[in-house]
């Protein structure tokens, strides 16, 4: 199977910096799309970046401009770096790995989560 393991949260400022970094181990295919996905107390999870093999990069709105998503195809490694970070951007950051199976259904796989907290 598939293991993600994050690292890089904390605490930060508003207008501050962060970079979350995620390593995937196991199974992986060249053709997995890495991402990061945030969840907010009381809020659904919800897609923050997503970066193909190929390195073609979706970011979500509110973030564009400030966050950009990188992959290493040969560290099997993706990062976030979040830059001007507001407070509604606390949250718990989960790395995601998504591939479709041969039979067309989607297969997720999760790390354990990395808390991202903006506050003066």
């Known amino acids: 199977q598939v293991k993600l393991v994050e690292s890089g949260g904390g605490l930060v400022q508003p207008g501050g910096s962060l970079r979350l970094s995620c390593a995937a181990s196991g199974n992986i295919f060249s053709s997995d799309v890495l991402g990061w996905y945030r969840q907010a107390a009381g809020n659904p999870r919800e897609v923050v970046a997503q970066?193909?093999?190929?390195?073609?990069?979706w970011l979500e709105s509110s973030v564009k401009g400030r966050f950009t998503i990188s992959r290493d195809n040969a560290k099997n490694e993706v990062s976030l770096q979040m830059y001007s970070l507001k407070p509604e951007d606390t949250a718990v950051y989960y790395c995601n790995l998504w591939r479709r199976d041969i039979g067309g259904s989607n297969i997720n796989f999760w790390g354990q989560g990395t808390q991202v907290t903006v506050s003066s």
């Open positions: 970066i193909d093999s190929g390195g073609t990069p």
